[in-house]
């Protein structure tokens, strides 16, 4: 074989790669997009049809390659598409904020009781706080997507907190990254006092939520 016949063959491997890696990509997006149609309906529904609205705000996001790549190195995982499809599951993610604790379950039922939603895994750290005081539900959602030549069953990772379990866990973030994850133990401790802060205010106004929805049915 010639250099110049060798020379197209890794060319034209390397476009059958970009390829793949695109389409790879793109499914994830895809997910993503059907994922937020089913949300959206259900925020629209209980806009216009219901009296009481409990998703507050949702955002979205694919992770980049450069994100993937970091997390299969970190945990010791080979680098290949496979790999990534095997081991990493919130490529796409979206959170939802709600108003009240019971808004979370309420929400994540939904969810898992459409027809074409399998639900994957379910981690409760709201139940189950993490040590430093995060709360959160983290939901893995398999949802299928069509494209020209294949059906593919894509996760989705849904996270559903909180307005003050949002706004602990964004402030939490920043602290630790502008001190580079190297925060002092002293902060650490105003973290998980300001953690149980929020979610006495969380059970406060949920007891209030229910005090005036007694009221409303009298």
Known sequence: MTRNEWTSLDIKDLKDIKTELTR???AYKFALDEMNTK??????EFTYIHDYNPIEHVSSRVKSSESIIKK???KGHDLSLESIRENIKDIAGIR???SFI????EISNMLQNQKDIHLLSMKDYIQNPKPNGYQSLHLILEIPIFMS???????????????AMDFWASLEHKIFYKYNKE???SLINELKEAATVANELDRKMERIHNEMAEIKRL
């Open 24 to 26: 790879f990509m793109m």
């Open 39 to 44: 949300i959206n309906i259900l925020k629209e």
């Open 72 to 74: 299969l190195v970190r």
């Open 96 to 98: 939802i904020t709600c």
């Open 102 to 105: 019971s808004d979370i379950y």
């Open 149 to 163: 030549d294949r059906e593919e069953i894509i996760p989705v990772e849904i996270q559903i907190r909180t307005i």
């Open 183 to 185: 925060v002092p133990q």
